[in-house]
């Protein structure tokens, strides 16, 4: 009941708040859309389909403000539909072309680069391929922990609890330790 | 979780991510304190942490950038704003979607008036029927020391309830002012009367329904949850969570419409409560057995770091930075110098040293201190009494370590008999004689069961402290007095008597074998009140025994 009060206030607040609205919406635009392309890329969409499912991400966030939904943290709810969004987009566009970031090649590109480059760029490559084996879930819960979301926005938006997350992550950063251990010990 | 407990892996990240509740967080971080092992973990993992963020700006550098400049969002924004408003009013408004399932309730809701205001009457009987209870509850339980964590967003502190001690009162302002906001007490926040009073005041309130959850602390038991939300105000609402087992507040929150909140939360010391409930009627001496000194704490003059320092370079004068396990913080607006396990004569050096000095208080909580006849400024004459009885005890037993050892026993011994009189009580608040009257056979047998099955432990356990104690404290003296006769004629009064016989034997033991001060009683005089009262206790046993086998 308290709810249905809050919305209904919310409702004649509307006209009032729909500029501030979008000032938030701009703001958080203008601050999150860089990391939320990025992490499409590594979902494997394409350049300029990433682009354009960040903007509709936000343009979504804004229709569902304005429809008066409680979004209590606008990050979390971002990547979240950022991910779900981003495995349709990535769908349609595999029967066109599969996006490959060519990281490997990227990260092992490194001629004429000094020494002391070379080796953390060996190491980094190493740490590459450890997160590139880790299982989908770890990796899918990795990634958005490095963006920052918290165990249960990250359960939200793979569709997981969030003890599940804070399994998978555990996995994870187990194996990865254990590299670090290996390559610190070369 | 006890120091000798490693948390895993998983708990560890959950610690470093910030994702463990409250408690369970500082549960991790004392045993972190302590602990080099897992410190060591701790390090690994913020290591790999570390290696991901590393190797993420390596990553993103490498990414391609957006193919083309970002578009400014403004006309799309209009564009929804538009389509929005095209719609109908009852339409535009019913996209928000609670409305949209009120709506679609609402004739449902209208034939069923009459039992959905039944329903939605329900919890807050539930609530407020349950505190009531909590409360009376709480009325009885045994008065004892409890240490409180008070958590802000930004800052926390920790104070013991209970000591009337003017200087526990002492909060950050930021604190004070959150709890002037809310309206709720400040001086006592875990309470069942707090809550109440605070609940009470309230002129728009909802209560959920009271359900049930995990100990956050032992999750193995439950806790009753109960979560009021205000509609107007600053506060958004309130949470208490109740034990199951006694009703005992363990854990409360108040949270704030900008997102502020206050957490209070016992801190129990090991063993924390789960397993049985013997642990939490024990009056675990928690209380310094030296009195704190009011007239060393100047009003309004706060202990600052340059005050810290100044005690750890007298410690360190008189060598007690040396490996003793003393511990100096700053706490309350003064510097407590404290500590578990100090020998004694580094504990008398360290208050020859710093009890004139202001805003320091020396607080050691060793029952031995008392059992040693240490004679501190301000100790009671019982406590000399206690010591000189434990002295006649130790000759008695063969040694200190005799006297430990039958100490700790005696201790055991009538830490179950409390709990099960406690659990007695329970069932008697819980079926009053006009339930009872109401129960079918069957019920009414069982109920008897539960009874005569906690009696004969309790009357074991009373044996057994009887047996232990009365040679060595008739050898000294001690004789029965005179001492109110059993009486009551239903179980449930009786029980009250039990309870309230068991209570006095437990004071009595806690100052005869040194855990806790005395007040009034003599060397002479307190081996007789101990056996007096353990004779009350017998005789109240047997009588209600014998109402519960009638």
């Given at each position: 009941m308290l709810s249905i009060g809050l919305q209904l206030v919310t409702v004649f607040r509307l006209d009032r708040t729909a500029t501030a609205l979008q000032n938030r919406v701009t703001e958080l635009f203008e601050e999150s859309r860089e990391d939320v392309f990025r992490y499409l890329l590594t979902l494997g969409l394409r350049p300029s389909r990433a682009q354009e499912t960040v903007q509709e991400v936000f343009l979504r966030l804004y229709a569902s403000l304005q429809k008066g939904e409680d979004i209590q943290n606008p990050r979390g709810w971002i990547f979240r539909v950022a991910h779900n969004y981003g495995l349709k987009v990535r769908a349609r566009q595999a029967a066109e072309d599969p996006f490959d970031a060519g990281m490997e090649l990227q990260l092992a590109s490194h001629a004429d680069t000094p020494e002391q480059e070379l080796l953390e760029q060996e190491r980094v490559l190493q740490f590459h391929r450890a997160v590139e084996g880790l299982s989908e879930q770890q990796r899918r819960c990795l990634l958005l922990r490095m963006e920052g979301l918290r165990y249960p926005e990250i359960g939200s938006a793979l569709g997981i609890s969030a003890s599940a997350v804070g399994e998978f992550l555990r996995r994870a950063v187990v194996r990865l330790k254990k590299v670090r251990a290996v390559e610190g010990s070369k | 979780m006890s120091s000798f407990q490693h948390p895993g892996e998983g708990v560890l990240l959950r610690y470093i991510d910030g994702e463990l509740p409250g408690r369970k967080s500082r549960q991790v971080r004392h045993h972190l304190e302590a602990c080099w092992q897992c410190r060591g973990l701790v390090e690994e993992l913020e290591g790999a942490v570390a290696e991901c963020i590393r190797y993420r700006k390596q990553v993103q550098s490498y990414l391609p950038a957006p193919p083309k400049a970002w578009s400014d969002l403004s006309r799309d924004f209009s564009r929804i704003d538009a389509s929005f408003r095209s719609e109908p009013f009852w339409k535009r408004?019913?996209?928000?979607?609670?409305?949209?399932?009120?709506?679609?309730?609402?004739?449902?809701?209208?034939?069923?008036?009459?039992?959905?205001?039944?329903?939605?009457?329900?919890?807050?009987?539930?609530?407020?029927?349950?505190?009531?209870?909590?409360?009376?509850?709480?009325?009885?339980?045994?008065?004892?020391?409890?240490?409180?964590?008070?958590?802000?967003?930004?800052?926390?502190?920790?104070?013991?309830?209970?000591?009337?001690?003017?200087?526990?009162?002492?909060?950050?302002?930021?604190?004070?002012?959150?709890?002037?906001?809310?309206?709720?007490?400040?001086?006592?926040?875990?309470?069942?009367?707090?809550?109440?009073?605070?609940?009470?005041?309230?002129?728009?309130?909802?209560?959920?329904?009271?359900?049930?959850?995990?100990?956050?602390?032992?999750?193995?038991?439950?806790?009753?949850?109960?979560?009021?939300?205000?509609?107007?105000?600053?506060?958004?609402?309130?949470?208490?969570?109740?034990?199951?087992?006694?009703?005992?507040?363990?854990?409360?929150?108040?949270?704030?419409?900008?997102?502020?909140?206050?957490?209070?939360?016992?801190?129990?010391?090991?063993?924390?409560?789960?397993?049985?409930?013997?642990?939490?009627h024990v009056e675990v001496p928690m209380r310094p057995v030296v009195p704190s000194r009011p007239a060393a704490v100047v009003p309004g003059a706060l202990a600052s770091i340059s005050d810290e320092i100044m005690v750890l370079s007298a410690l360190h004068q008189i060598g007690a930075d040396l490996g003793d396990p003393v511990e100096v913080a700053l706490s309350g607006g003064k510097v407590v110098v404290g500590g578990v396990g100090v020998p004694l004569r580094v504990q008398q050096e360290i208050h020859e040293k710093l009890d004139s000095q202001p805003n320091v208080s020396v607080q050691f909580s060793d029952p031995q201190r008392l059992a040693s006849g240490h004679a501190a400024g301000g100790q009671s004459s019982a406590a000399s009494a206690s010591g000189r009885v434990q002295t006649h005890l130790e000759d008695q037993l063969g040694g200190r370590a005799e006297f430990q050892r039958f100490s700790a026993e005696v201790l055991k011994s009538n830490e179950i008999a409390m709990s099960r009189a406690y659990a007695m009580r329970n069932l008697a608040q819980q079926f009053p004689v006009e339930i009872e009257s109401g129960l079918n056979a069957d019920g009414r047998r069982m109920l008897r069961d539960m009874l005569r099955d906690h009696m004969s432990h309790l009357s074991k356990q009373v044996s057994d402290v009887q047996s232990l104690l009365m040679p060595s404290l008739t050898a000294i003296g001690a004789t029965v007095q005179a001492r109110r006769p059993a009486e009551g004629t239903e179980w449930q009064s009786s029980v009250e008597d039990v309870v309230r016989a068991s209570q006095l034997v437990e004071v009595r033991l806690s100052v005869l074998l040194g855990v806790t001060p005395g007040q009034n009683s003599t060397s002479t005089q307190l081996p007789s009140e101990v056996v007096t009262a353990l004779a009350e206790l017998r005789a109240n046993v047997d009588h209600c025994s014998s109402l519960l086998n009638y």
């Open positions: - | 408004y019913l996209t928000f979607p609670m409305l949209r399932q009120a709506a679609a309730g609402a004739a449902v809701l209208a034939l069923l008036f009459a039992a959905i205001y039944q329903l939605r009457k329900a919890p807050a009987v539930e609530a407020a029927a349950l505190l009531q209870r909590a409360a009376a509850a709480e009325v009885v339980r045994p008065v004892a020391i409890r240490r409180i964590r008070i958590q802000t967003r930004d800052i926390g502190i920790t104070r013991n309830v209970g000591t009337g001690d003017v200087a526990e009162a002492t909060m950050p302002r930021a604190m004070e002012s959150l709890f002037a906001e809310a309206r709720y007490n400040e001086q006592d926040p875990l309470s069942v009367r707090s809550y109440r009073e605070w609940r009470d005041g309230l002129a728009e309130k909802e209560d959920d329904p009271v359900s049930t959850v995990a100990d956050p602390e032992a999750p193995t038991e439950r806790c009753y949850r109960i979560h009021t939300l205000i509609a107007t105000g600053d506060v958004v609402g309130a949470t208490l969570l109740l034990s199951a087992a006694d009703l005992h507040p363990v854990e409360g929150r108040l949270e704030f419409r900008d997102r502020n909140w206050i957490e209070f939360t016992e801190i129990l010391d090991p063993p924390v409560r789960g397993g049985t409930n013997t642990a939490e």
